[in-house]
């Protein structure tokens, strides 16, 4: 059974900095893309980020974090990170790490439909 952990969240001022790790089970974590997502109040889930399987050599970004964010995959490990920089008000939300159903490449890394597995949630509040 897939699972998904998803740890490091919290209050951070604006500016500020975190990092969000995701730890998989379950499975051969290297054969997998992943994705992280948010869901702020009344809204709906949107992308944030997402990595291709085995060692991540490519990686995706919603145009509201590029630049910001990186996303990144210890297989050796298996958890992905999400290093969060120079964060704003507007990132607070839950953020939820997401897992696909098929291996290797998934197409549309952008889209919820793409992945099947997630996390509980990790809250993220970013004060002014």
């Known amino acids: 059974q897939v699972q998904l952990v998803e740890s490091g969240g919290g209050l951070v001022q604006a500016g500020g900095s975190l990092r969000l790790s995701c730890a998989g089970s379950?499975?051969?974590?290297?054969?997998?893309?992943m994705g992280w997502f948010r869901q702020a109040p009344g809204q709906e889930r949107e992308f944030v980020a997402a990595?291709?399987?085995?060692?991540?050599?490519?990686?995706y970004y919603a145009d509201s974090v590029k630049g910001r964010f990186t996303i990144s995959r210890d297989n050796a490990k298996s958890t992905v990170y999400l290093q969060m920089n120079s964060l704003k008000p507007e990132d607070t939300a839950v953020y939820y790490c997401a897992a696909p159903w098929a291996r290797y490449d998934i197409g549309n890394y952008y889209s919820a439909s793409s992945y099947h597995y997630w996390g509980q949630g990790t809250q993220v509040t970013v004060s002014s």
């Open positions: 990595i291709s399987w085995s060692a991540g050599s490519t990686t």
């Open positions: 379950g499975r051969t974590f290297s054969s997998y893309a």
